[in-house]
Every structure is written in C-alpha cells, then in structure tokens.
C-alpha cells in the first residue's frame, strides 16, 4: 500500500510569507507527528495527533506555528510570517497507534525561506 | 540536555566488514525504547531494529543487531557484512513513556553518517 506522502517536496518562499505543508498517513493510522530537521539543530519534535486532537504541541518553536488534523487523516503545518532560520525539511510520521512501535516516515518537504 | 548522544560523527568501513555505531542515552524512566533509524541520500527515515527497555535479548534484523547494555546506558547498532548500499546517515532515537502513557515521540541523536568502501 502507499506510505506517508508529503506535499510539496520543496518549497521556496519569501521572509514574512505563510506557508501550508501538507502530509497523507497510511490509511489507517491513528497517530501523526511531525518533525524538524536541520543543520544547527538536528532532528527535533514538533507536535503529535493522537486521531484529529494534539495531546503534545511543546516542539512548537513559536506561535507562528500551528498545526491540524482533519477527518483523522490529512494533517496541515502552517508557518506564519516565514522567517530564514525556519528553513529546514519537515518530515512527517504516522503509527497505527500512539503505542507501536515503529514510525513510518514521508519523505519530506524541504523548505527554504529567502 | 541531551538525551541521546552519538559521538560519531563519521565512520568508514570496508564491505564485507562489520561496523559499530555507537549510542548512548539519558532518561529517568525506567520503561522506554530505543530505536536506529537510516537516512540515504534520498531523506526517507527507514525503520531498522527496536529495543524496549525491558527486552532481556538483544534485538537483532537481518544484518542489524542492536547491543543493549542498560547499566552504561548504551544502545550501540551493529551492521554485519556492510553493503555499499549501507553508506546513509545513521539515527539512534528514544521514546519514553510520559506518565505511563507511550505516545510515540522520539528524541533522536545528532547522527552518524556511515561510509562504506568497496
């Protein structure tokens, strides 16, 4: 079956500008997180869906980011007021449930903020 | 602080020969898991080999095979027989269990990228 998708795989905007990135789970699975990865700060939690609630947002780095979940499935990241040190690739994950063991991983939008 | 620590940051090694990486980890919780995750080129995370704190084995896949030694708090990832195929960055990760309730999110360690020689 299909894995975590990811869209767009790359994305390039301008300081201050909003961005929406988007990522599909595996059919079925109730758990969501997204992550963060970068040069200076390595791979970093952002926040966790447990089906369409967020029982963990303390990865957030700061109230430009948000972060939801629809229909138990699809799951938007915006960032608001895009800032350069926002510039990294955001990986998204899901499980079938918060408990398994293994995370399956997209493949990443990598986003650059000029 | 930082819960898990990979003082690699690069490793080579011949094919056909076996390879340690090394990694080791803070955490209070006396139930957690520890898990190695590679990342080619490509940027796709790829699931490799779990431990759970409690496993009295050492858990092994395939060529990966994981050394678990709790009292130094160490969870070292050993590939066997490497393949230039094996040459990809290299994550040890943990997941505690918050308040009893394991809801999945992983520390990971700064990496190490592996190099394999033919």
């Known amino acids: 079956g299909a894995g975590v998708s990811q869209s767009p795989s790359n994305k390039v905007t301008e300081k201050g500008k909003d961005v929406e990135l988007r990522c599909d789970p595996i059919s079925g699975h109730t758990a969501l997180y997204w992550y963060r990865q970068s040069l200076g700060q390595g791979l970093e939690f952002l926040i966790y869906f447990q089906g369409n609630s967020a029982p963990d947002k303390s990865g957030l780095p700061s109230d430009r980011f948000s972060a939801e979940r629809t229909g138990g499935s699809v799951s938007t990241l915006t960032i608001q007021r895009t800032q350069q040190e926002d510039s990294a690739v955001y990986l998204c994950?899901?499980?079938?449930?918060?408990?398994?063991?293994?995370?399956?991983f997209g493949p990443g939008t990598r986003l650059t903020v000029l | 602080a930082q819960k898990i620590t990979q003082t690699q940051p690069g490793m080579f090694v011949q094919e056909k020969e076996a390879v340690t990486l090394d990694c080791t980890y803070d955490t209070s919780d006396q139930s957690y898991g520890l898990f190695w995750y590679k990342q080619p080129s490509s940027g796709e995370m790829i699931f490799l080999i779990y431990q759970g704190s409690y496993d009295e084995q050492n858990a092994t896949e395939g060529r990966y095979s994981l050394n678990f030694q709790k009292a130094r708090k160490s969870a070292n990832l050993v590939i066997s027989a490497s393949q230039l195929g094996d040459s990809a960055m290299y994550f040890c990760a943990m997941r505690e269990h918050a308040g009893g309730t394991s809801y999945g999110k992983l520390t990971f360690g700064q990496g190490t990228i592996l190099t394999v020689h033919p």
């Open positions: 994950a899901s499980s079938p449930s918060g408990t398994r063991v293994e995370q399956f």
